[in-house]
């Protein structure tokens, strides 16, 4: 079963009306990065033939942001669900984009939203795993939360198999205290996925196409439908608005510093320091507290940045030290001393050795400043 072909359907079609912002939801940033593409990187652990995108409000800049950032060993095919008519449907959307021979090859799909941008690779393999040892038609990825208003419940026949998911707008007061809730993520098999969509109705109080009926469709044909439950309900975590937004990005910030301190970066304050999944850092790095590095900052050994510095897109040579500083798309060389109090202009370069002094404004000119 490990040789089945692996699909990958990503539902990023949604408005985000609750994020209050003319920039598609998919596109709001974590870490530097659009939340779309922290999902997509989940997908690293999955040996896919393609992966699709279904796209709607802001369809051309999404794409546009997709096609500039992916990976380039994943196929992306994107489809647009053009009015929003849900989940279900945009599913179903997505499928067209498959050849019709797809559906008899006895492949596996996993759909997933766009909007859980902490979901970490290992937990979408564990679900194809467990997908697949079950031989199942249907596998869900559950939680168990204190607190699962607003979530779809999961409601369990007596074999305790998944026999449905019941959103919260349609649960019966009953349903409603069910703590396991659904996560949006699935894995199904590619030749029932698709029939079972056609046998969804939008008779619900959202007059909307539920992905989450696909689960009543195939345990009532008979067909089996298992779970796997997380163990970190962080990682499932829905973005829709900006205090999710807020949320999620300290969760990732405290991954990346994480990641950094054992690869040995010292950051004297954790909470206090910043940076982006694209910043690049090498050993024996000192980050002081309310260091701030993004873009495509480079950062070579040895280096002391901080306290209360904001570099973007900066290369910093070996032994560099900049304290109380800003630059931007500049280039400080090795055991240049910047600052405190410097600002390094766009295309301005710091030799190797110099000291720029307190208040120091750099050229933006491209010429060198050079040590005294």
Request: net charge negative; aromatic share 4%; with cysteine.
């Amino acid at each position: 079963m490990t040789d089945r072909p692996l699909s990958a359907v990503v539902l990023a079609a949604g408005e985000g009306t609750r994020m209050r912002s003319s920039r598609p939801k998919p596109l709001h940033r974590l870490c530097g990065r659009p939340m779309v593409l922290h999902v997509l990187d989940a997908l690293a652990e999955l040996e896919l033939q393609r992966a699709v995108v279904v796209v709607g409000h802001g369809a051309e800049r999404v794409t546009k942001t997709l096609l500039e950032h992916t990976v380039a060993h994943l196929l992306v095919d994107f489809v647009e669900q053009a009015v929003q008519r849900g989940t279900g449907d945009a599913v179903a959307v997505a499928l067209t984009a498959f050849p019709d021979d797809d559906e008899d090859d006895g492949g596996d799909i996993v759909v997933l939203p766009g909007d859980t941008p902490l979901l970490r690779p290992p937990t979408l393999a564990a679900l194809v795993r467990a997908h697949r040892q079950a031989n199942a038609a249907a596998t869900v990825l559950t939680a168990e939360l204190t607190d699962p208003t607003g979530y779809g419940r999961i409601v369990r026949g007596k074999d305790e198999r998944v026999a449905r998911i019941v959103e919260q707008a349609d649960a019966t007061p009953e349903e409603r205290q069910i703590r396991e809730v659904n996560t949006g993520i699935y894995a199904f098999r590619r030749n029932v996925l698709a029939p079972a969509l056609r046998r969804l109705s939008p008779d619900n109080v959202q007059g909307e196409y539920y992905l989450t009926d696909i689960i009543g469709v195939l345990h009532d044909a008979g067909y089996p439908v298992t779970s796997l439950l997380v163990g970190d309900s962080m990682e499932v975590a829905g973005v829709n608005d900006r205090s999710q937004l807020a949320v999620a990005e300290a969760e990732l910030r405290d991954r990346i510093n994480e990641r950094w301190m054992r690869r040995g970066v010292t950051m004297l304050d954790p909470e206090r320091t910043y940076v982006d999944t694209s910043v690049s850092l090498a050993a024996d790095v000192t980050l002081f507290p309310g260091t701030l590095l993004q873009g495509s900052t480079v950062i070579a050994t040895g280096c002391e940045i901080g306290p209360n510095s904001h570099l973007v897109d900066c290369v910093v040579g070996e032994r560099a030290t900049v304290a109380n500083s800003v630059a931007h798309s500049a280039e400080i060389g090795s055991e240049a001393v910047v600052g405190p109090y410097a600002t390094i202009l766009p295309g301005g370069r710091v030799a190797p050795g110099a000291v720029t002094g307190p208040y120091f404004m750099g050229r933006s000119d491209d010429e060198e400043v050079g040590a005294p």
